[in-house]
């Protein structure tokens, strides 16, 4: 019997499968989450712009087989809620797990990552993940600049 | 009397008024494309999370007001229409304009930027602003990590 994928009443459901997926390096899971049917966006920090079910796919596979284990905590959530699409921006906390210093354990990196989800037949699915390095403190004073 | 903001009825006319508020460092034309009565994000590259009128608008300010003098393009326009909020994705290319070599002049800094619009009773506006830097060639193969 094929998978059935579950249905998200709302775009909270939709996000804690999301980085509950990550968690478990579940590819199948992770990439039920995202939107059928529309243009998906995925940018990672410094990367290129990914789109289409594909590209996403091969690029979380190879982030999941790689030897780069980490965990993944996500606080300061702000929700832009609207009837078909809603806009979560949130503060991921990636810590590095492996055992070895030279290979970082213990690092831990800031992100912020703007979550689209956009409402279908299907329940609530992801239709754009842009995530991108921060300072260490959000919110707090910086000096970035444009280049 | 005071100023009336215009009023955009679709989403391109509002990010094109964004664009064109930068590269004219005009910071009461950038302020006026952003949604009111809504909470609005601005993350700039390596930057914090900026949420509020005020923030925004100062961050800006101090952008417009630095002697970083720059070009702005926009291009790989990717549109996620939807009836009252529409997400953007474009690829940024800032150019400096600084006349000595050592302020970095003719350095060009390629950036992704996600631009959520919201339909509001004054039009499509600005809701988030979320630019993140890119490898120099978008959408081609690349080997970021998470960390």
Redesign the interface.
Known sequence: MPLKKPIYTTPQDTENAFYEAIRRADLDAFMSVWAED??I?C?????????GYTPIREAWRR?FN?D?H?TIEVS?R?V?P????T?H?V?EI?S?LDETPEK?SG?V?PI?A?N?Y?RSAAGWRL??H??????P????D?N????
């Open positions: 529309e243009e966006i940018i990672l920090p410094n990367g290129p712009r990914f789109s982030i790689s780069q980490f300061q702000m832009m609207n009837m078909l699409v806009v921006n503060l990636i590095m970082g690092k990196t912020l703007t689209v956009i239709l754009v842009h995530s991108s390095l921060t300072t403190g959000p919110d707090s910086s970035q600049t444009l280049h």
